[in-house]
């Protein structure tokens, strides 16, 4: 996180304002704070970072990201498993009846 400081603010202020950032936003990665002290105004503007993502799939029964710590047994059953697709193709109405 990269923090930008515009004004006369001391470091305790600075270090408040990002805490209550922080506070009010539990959830986000901040990449940049900018700090605008004008008089008695401060202005704070923020950029936010993406969100680390890991893609988890459940295979043969196991919530997994990567098979690499699966055994040669649980290996083979992720090779030797049916992977369904939804078929593209349609047929008329008179087919169908």
């Known amino acids: 996180m990269k923090i930008n ?15 209550q950032l922080k506070e009010n936003n539990p959830d986000k990665y901040f990449k940049t704070i900018d700090i605008t002290e004008d008089g ?9 970072d993406k969100v680390p ?3 988890i799939r459940r295979i043969t029964g196991y919530l997994v990201g990567t098979v690499d710590r699966f055994n040669n ?8 498993r049916v992977k369904h697709s939804l078929s593209t193709e349609c047929c008329s109405m008179e087919e169908i009846a």
């Not at 008695?40 to 936010?48: A, K, L, P, R, S």
């Not at 047994?73 to 030797?80: L, S």
């Open 5 to 19: 400081v515009h004004g006369n603010l001391t470091k305790p202020e600075v270090d408040a304002y990002v805490a």
């Open 40 to 48: 008695e105004f401060v202005d704070v503007q923020y950029t936010y």
């Open 53 to 55: 993502f890991e893609r």
């Open 73 to 80: 047994a649980k290996r083979a059953e992720v090779e030797d």
